[in-house]
C-alpha cells in the first residue's frame, strides 16, 4: 500500500491531522494500535483554548461542539476556605474557553473520517516505522498478515507510550522530564455540574470540578500515587471531594454514582527536537504536561495545525519552508505551555515535603494574583492559550 502521509495513532492528534489533510487533497492512513471502542472509551481532556475551537471548526467538525459545548468565561480558583479568583480569559484574553470533552471530539472526527471515506487501520500490531531518513515506510501486523505502507512522510501521532519517539536515534533526542508526588484520582458522574470549572488549593490536597454537559460532571481529587481506585469507593471520594471546597461550593456539588473512575500520574515532560529526517512527531508523543493547565489536548491540536499547514504548503508548491520551521514553531509553544503547567500545578497542590512556610507562601501567591491586574492578566493569557504563529 501506498500514501502520502503515514499516521501512526489514532487518538485525536492523529484523526485531527487525517481530516485536515483530507481537506486539503493529502491522502493519509492512520494506523491504531487498538480497537475503535478501546479509543473512545478513554475519558480524558475536557477544556478547549479558542484557537482549538477554530482549529476544530474548520476542520468540519464543529457542529456538535458549537451546540453541547460549554461556554465559560475562564475558571475560578478557591483557597483558603473563602477566597476566589477568576481566570477571566474573556477580560483578558478576549476569549472565552469551551467544555466539550476528547471523547466527544474522537467521535466526531471518527464521523467524519468514516464519511469522507477515509483509511484507519485499527488493531494494527508491531506497527514500525523504517528508513525515516530516506525513502519511508511503515510496516504493521493486521489478523496475522505482515504490510507495509510506503509514504513521503510519516506523522508520530502515537502518545506518550509510542514507537514513533522511540524510533528516533538517543544521539539527537534530548528529554526534558520532571515527576510529580501525587495522581488525579477523577470520576464522571451523572450529575448537574456546578456553573463554573473550579480549582481548589486545600490543606487536604488539590480540587478540580469540571464539566462535560449539563448532565454529565467529572470531578478531580489529588491522591497518592500508589493508591488504588479500589480504595476510592463514590462515597469516600464526594466526602473528600467536598471537603476540599468551601462550604457554599461543597454545598451545590451535586453527588451521584460514578461511571468512570480512574488515577492518572502527573508528569512533565518534552523530547526535542519533533522532527527526525522525515518524522515528525505531534501531540503526546513528544510531550506531556500535568493536566493542571488542561493543555495536553490543546497543544495536540496546535501541534497538528502547524504540521497541517507545513505538508499543505509542501504539497501546493513544493516548498519545504514550514516543514523545516514545524519543531522550533511547536515546540515555542509546548514549552510555553510546558512552563504554565508546571507553575499552575506547583501553585495549587501540596506536595509531601512541603511545610508550613510553603503553603502559606502558595496562599500568599494566590492572594498577590487575585489583587493584581497585570498578575490577572498573565495568568489568564496564558489560561486562553498562547496565539499561533503566523
Ligand atoms: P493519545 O490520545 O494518547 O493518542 C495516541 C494514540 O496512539 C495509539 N498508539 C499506537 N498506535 C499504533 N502503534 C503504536 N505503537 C501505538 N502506540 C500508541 C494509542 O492507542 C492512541 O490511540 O495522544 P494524542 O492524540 O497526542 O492526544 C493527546 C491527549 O490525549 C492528551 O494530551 C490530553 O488528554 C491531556 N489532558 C488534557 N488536555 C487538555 O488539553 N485539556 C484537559 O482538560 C486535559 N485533561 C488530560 C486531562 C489527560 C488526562 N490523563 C488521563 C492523562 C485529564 C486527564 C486525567
Ligand atoms: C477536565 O474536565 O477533565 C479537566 C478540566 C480542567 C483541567 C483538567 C481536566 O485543568
Known sequence: MKTQVAIIGGGPAGLLLSQLL??????????????????????RAGVLEWGSVEVLRNAGVGERMDTEGLLHDGSVIVWSAKHRFLIDTRRYAGRPMMA?????ITEDLYAARDAAGGTIIDEANDVTPHDLTGNPYVTYEKDGEQHRLDCNYVAGCDGFHGVSR???PESILQTYEKDYPFGWLGILSRTPPLPE???ANHERGFALASMRNPMLSRYYVQCPLDDDVDEWPDERFWQELKSRFPEEIAAQIVTGPSIEKSIAPLRSFVAEPMRYGNLFLAGDAAH?????GAKGLNLAISDVF???????????????????????MALRRVWGAARFSWWLTMLLHRFPDQGAFDHRAQEVELDYIASSEPAARSIAEQYAGLPFEE
Open 288 to 292: 506531556i504536561v500535568p493536566p493542571t
Open 166 to 168: 522511540a524510533s528516533i
Open 197 to 199: 470549572l473550579t480549582y
Open 100 to 104: 466539550y470533552g476528547q471523547t466527544n
Open 306 to 328: 502547524y504540521l497541517s499547514r507545513a505538508l499543505t504548503q509542501f504539497y501546493d508548491n513544493g516548498s519545504t519552508d514550514y516543514l523545516d520551521r514545524y519543531s522550533d
Open 22 to 43: 483530507d481537506l486539503q487533497g493529502i491522502e493519509s492512513v492512520v494506523l491504531e494500535r487498538h480497537s475503535r471502542e478501546h479509543v473512545l472509551a478513554r475519558i
